[in-house]
């Protein structure tokens, strides 16, 4: 692995929010999905949260770059989603025009928050609303009354990304990820090829060295080398 690109991922990685997610509930347009995985790469999202429409189970149609950085859960029901990220101390927002809706900047961000976001045809979901704890909207001025859902994530996420910034959430020497993880993905997006291969023998990824090189004794390459 390149040192320069190590060092790169390294950064990223510590500067993760665990505690910051999207929900995607029901979106169906592979090009607002992947805008969305997108967006949530740049502001630093380690995983987004989905209930896929039944006859979308997969990612396969997104752009594999920034999917690449961020992982997604996909979940059964926006009831099971929701029970696990308020599981994890988030407060749950949903996007959704209501009497009882504030303006999207006046959300305390610095804060674990999971952000629902509707299907493109009719939005959020009755359940959602009822089961999340505050409704959020982009105030318009124009004729239209909502934005497209990932010209929405990404006006949001920067949001949450400025209080983060501003509260110094960003400048972390150590991640808020599991090391565990940190491990995986380092291994997989630094060395992609042998990565596959031990992924598919079944064979536990070994340590790297500080300059990301593998640490690996002669069984495990001796494993690696069979057909």
Known sequence: ???????????????????????????HKPNNVSAVIRTADATGIHK????????????????????????????????????????????????????????????????PTAIILGSEKVGASEQAKQLADQDIIVPMVGMV?????????????????R????????DNDISSIPQE??????FERGHPVLAKVAKRKKLPYPELDDQGQIIADEAWWAEMQKR
């Open 48 to 111: 987004i949260h989905a209930v896929w429409p039944h006859q979308m189970r997969t990612l396969s149609h997104t752009s594999a770059g920034a999917r690449n950085w961020v992982e997604v859960e996909t979940h059964g029901s926006i009831e099971t989603a929701i029970t696990e990220l308020k599981s994890q101390g988030m407060q749950v927002l949903v996007t959704n025009l209501s009497d009882t809706a504030v303006d999207f900047r006046d959300i305390d961000y610095t804060k």
């Open 1 to 27: 692995m390149n040192l320069e690109r190590y060092h790169r991922i390294q950064e990223v990685l510590k500067a993760r929010q665990a505690d910051l997610t999207l929900c995607l509930e029901e979106v």
């Open 145 to 161: 009354q909502s934005l497209n859902v990932s010209v929405a994530s990404a006006v949001i996420l920067y949001e949450a990304q």
């Open 163 to 170: 209080q983060r910034a501003a509260a110094g959430m960003y």
């Open 181 to 186: 993880t940190i491990h995986r993905l380092l």
